[in-house]
């Protein structure tokens, strides 16, 4: 079975483009356009992983982040932080908010999979699916 992955991302080019990038991939997409519904379908569905947009309507990124990872329920999932700004100090606050890992935007196809695929490591990519 393929890895579930949820977007959580305001902006719909951004969206859209995960999205499709993870279907071409072979695997499972569930989207939130905000941390509110975002938490809400982590607890329902238990996603493998999270693509967390850093910058988001009502609360950011960070604040889901913690909230996802202080909750024994969806402590494991891992969680990549989507951001288009990525200086040292917001790494730091990444892992800080208990991110797994980031990937800065706009997303570059290649590294974006390379990305994804490591930090499923245990679930391989369907085989003939990659662009
Ligand atoms: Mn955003």
């Known amino acids: 079975m393929s890895a ?11 969206m859209k ?10 695997y499972q997409v569930l989207q939130a356009p905000n941390a509110i519904q ?3 379908l982590a607890r329902r569905h238990l996603p493998d992983l999270i693509l ?3 910058q988001l309507p ?12 202080a909750d024994v329920l969806t ?11 990525a200086m040292k100090d917001d790494e730091q606050r990444m892992r800080d908010a208990g991110c797994d890992g980031y990937i800065s935007k706009p997303i570059s196809h290649q590294s974006f999979y390379q990305k994804i ?6 679930t391989p990519i369907q085989k003939g699916s990659t662009p």
């Open 75 to 85: 402590a494991k999932i891992k969680i990549v932080a989507l951001t288009a700004f």
């Open 117 to 122: 695929a490591s930090m499923l490591a245990a």
């Open 17 to 26: 483009l995960a999205a499709l990038l993870l279907h071409k991939a072979g």
């Open 4 to 14: 579930t992955i949820l977007i959580v991302e305001d902006t719909p080019a951004n």
């Open 38 to 40: 975002g938490i809400e």
């Open 52 to 54: 967390m947009d850093m």
């Open 58 to 69: 009502i609360m950011d990124g960070l604040s889901a982040t913690k909230i996802l990872k």
